[in-house]
Nanobody, 116 residues
Framework: QVQLVESGGGLVQPGGSLRLSCAASGFTFSNYFMSWYRQAPGKERELVATISTAGGSTNYADSVKGRFTISRDNAKKTVYLQMNSLKPEDTAVYYC?????????WGQGTQVTVSS
């Protein structure tokens, strides 16, 4: 059974940091491009960051460049999102996504709230 389970969300003050994790099972993780998306209340889901299968290539939304870092550990079948210098506008549900040749898997999401 395919599963993507996000964790690490929570409440943090502006300027703080969080590290999200997404643990995969039920498919060959190392063959899949992995991404983090987020969806704020009343807004469409947007792409935050993407990482290639071996981790050698990453891409970021302009809004998070220089603050967020995506990484992966294929041995642990886990993708991470390190989020620094968090802003209130980063508040959203964060989802991980696995893609390979048109096959797509989504996690259930983890809430991140940035507020004082």
């Amino acid at each position: 059974q395919v599963q993507l389970v996000e964790s690490g969300g929570g409440l943090v003050q502006p300027g703080g940091s969080l590290r999200l994790s997404c643990a995969a099972s039920g498919f060959t993780f190392s063959n899949y491009f992995m991404s983090w998306y987020r969806q704020a209340p009343g807004k469409e889901r947007e792409l935050v960051a993407t990482i290639s299968t071996a981790g050698g290539s990453t891409n970021y939304a302009d809004s998070v460049k220089g603050r967020f870092t995506i990484s992966r550990d294929n041995a642990k079948k886990t993708v991470y999102l390190q989020m620094n210098s968090l802003k209130p506008e980063d508040t959203a549900v964060y989802y991980c996504k696995a893609v390979r040749l048109g096959i797509i898997h989504w996690g259930q999401g983890t809430q991140v709230t940035v507020s004082s």
